[in-house]
Nanobody, 125 residues
Framework: QVQLVESGGASVQAGGSLRLSCAAS????????MGWFRQAPGKEREGVAA????????FYADSVKGRFTISQDNAKDTLYLQMNRLKPDDTALYYC??????????????????WGQGTQVTVSS
């Protein structure tokens, strides 16, 4: 089993920055692949960024490429999402998720069995 707890969500103005954190515990085998996802009201949950502890590979959705950075601390217990140049369209509930490594990075929420409770990010114009 894997436990995930997100934090760092807040209300900011457009152009601002936030850093989200996800504290992870439990089976390391089941969290070799991790990701950040978000869900806005009335919309489907979408993948934002993916990270693999095997080689520290990263992958980003086009909508956040160049603005968001996913990373992990060396102890592999905390996943981060640094969000810069935030836009009102980034407003959503942000989730951290984990899965086993299957040889590729992925951003489909259906491929992640472990989820945190989410942290709210609100960007005002």
């Amino acid at each position: 089993q894997v436990q995930l707890v997100e934090s760092g969500g807040a209300s900011v103005q457009a152009g601002g920055s936030l850093r989200l954190s996800c504290a992870a515990s439990g089976s390391t085998f089941n969290r070799d692949s991790m990701g950040w996802f978000r869900q806005a009201p009335g919309k489907e949950r979408e993948g934002v960024a993916a990270f693999s502890t095997r080689g520290r590979m990263t992958f980003y959705a086009d909508s956040v490429k160049g603005r968001f950075t996913i990373s992990q601390d060396n102890a592999k217990d905390t996943l981060y999402l640094q969000m810069n140049r935030l836009k009102p369209d980034d407003t959503a509930l942000y989730y951290c998720a984990a899965a086993r490594w299957i040889g590729r990075l992925r951003l489909s929420p259906y491929e992640y069995p472990y989820w945190g409770q989410g942290t709210q990010v609100t960007v005002s114009s």
